[in-house]
């Protein structure tokens, strides 16, 4: 994939905030193995209704009528997940509630300390966002993004488009299937606006569906969507790299686990700062860390320009490794599929096991 670019502004509000509260939709075991997985909240008491949808596609006819806004977070990167969330409440709340007394915004546009202090406002009893309002995520791993883009040519294929179609699709059913009376939908668009509502409108026909360019922007609870996804996805990436520090830390000296290896091993690594291929750091990150054969671990996606083009490239030192599509040889060994160095395959092959053959001049 084409790596997204950003400058220099954009680069600072996206990069995670040190201290980033850590919502209760980080799964951490899920996102170290490099897993995707779907976290929905608690539906408020005052939204639930007495049954649940009959299916998942349909609106349920009791409870309170509400307003869904969904939105994405993390689409270009190169390092961590992409994160769909999804918002809903009271359709006369949205504006009095979030445009007006918290000020939801676009989540690129706030601070990193602004959105952490939303979200953990959202994710506190007794606060009116938590008493009034249901959200939900779908964290995509990176390692699931890169191994859906990189199907080999007789799998169909499934481009980030489809994955966050499905994504979208699967959380909204969620919503519905618990039972929210959710009567209008607002999504910030993949591709042409139009397309994409008539596509979202055949799987949700009793819901009302508005997509537009930059409705994170023009709706309420769509901004709140953004938010949640995108405070997820910051700490997503925190835990992500707090695990590389601890396994840099374990590989030296200093006793693994301790936080005084974990501050010893962070001040020598730099940060990977946002996660995008313009952000310098993540760049060199990238480079350093680099294995020979692997290549990175469950934080990057590979399906990306940038990771490719460093794995492919011959200074780099990375190993090529060539996968037979069918391969009858029994007897064929691990190392036969690796080319390093540019040396040739000796002729000899039983002679090379046992070590390099001597020629008669050798006696």
């Not at 760049?283 to 399906?303: D, I, K, Q, T, Y």
Request: glycine share 6%.
């Amino acid at each position: 994939m084409e790596d997204s670019q950003m400058d220099d502004a954009n680069v600072a509000l996206e990069t995670p905030a040190a201290d980033v509260f850590v919502p209760p939709s980080i799964h951490k075991p899920a996102t170290l193995a490099g897993e995707s997985y779907t976290h929905f909240s608690p539906v408020p008491p005052s939204l639930q209704s007495s049954q649940t949808s009959s299916t998942p596609d349909q609106s349920s006819s009791l409870g309170t009528p509400c307003v869904l806004g969904v939105d994405e977070a993390g689409r270009g990167p190169v390092l961590g997940p992409m994160v769909y969330g999804v918002f809903y409440l009271p359709i006369d709340l949205s504006d009095p509630l979030l445009k007006q007394t918290h000020h939801f915004d676009d989540s690129k546009v706030l601070t990193p300390a602004v959105r952490s202090s939303l979200m953990q406002a959202l994710c506190t009893p007794a606060t009116d966002l938590h008493a009034s309002c249901g959200w939900a995520v779908s964290s995509l791993s990176a390692r699931d993004i890169g191994a859906h883009m990189l199907r080999p040519s007789s799998a169909a294929p499934y481009n980030l488009n489809a994955q966050a179609y499905d994504a979208t699709v699967s959380l909204i059913q969620g919503v519905l299937a618990r039972g929210v009376n959710v009567k209008e939908v607002y999504v910030d668009t993949v591709g042409p606006p139009e397309t994409y509502r008539q596509k979202l409108a055949r799987a949700f026909p009793t819901v009302c569906v508005t997509v537009a360019k930059k409705a994170d922007s023009l709706y309420p609870c769509v901004s709140a969507a953004s938010v949640c996804a995108k405070v997820t996805r910051d700490a997503a990436l925190e835990a992500l790299y707090e695990a590389r520090v601890l396994a840099a830390a374990a590989a030296a000296a200093a006793p693994p686990g301790t936080e005084a290896a974990a501050e010893e091993a962070e001040e020598e690594e730099i940060s990977w700062g946002s996660g995008y291929p313009s952000d310098a750091r993540c760049v060199a990150w990238l480079r350093r860390n680099m294995h020979p054969v692997f290549g990175w671990g469950p934080e990057c996606r590979f399906s990306w320009g940038t990771a490719k083009d460093m794995l492919e490239a011959k200074t780099n030192g990375a190993v090529k490794v060539e996968w037979p599509v069918d391969e009858d040889d029994e007897n064929t060994r691990l190392t036969d599929y690796f080319h390093g160095g540019g040396k040739e395959k000796d002729a000899d092959e039983l002679g090379s096991w046992f070590g390099t053959p001597a020629g008669l001049e050798a006696f």
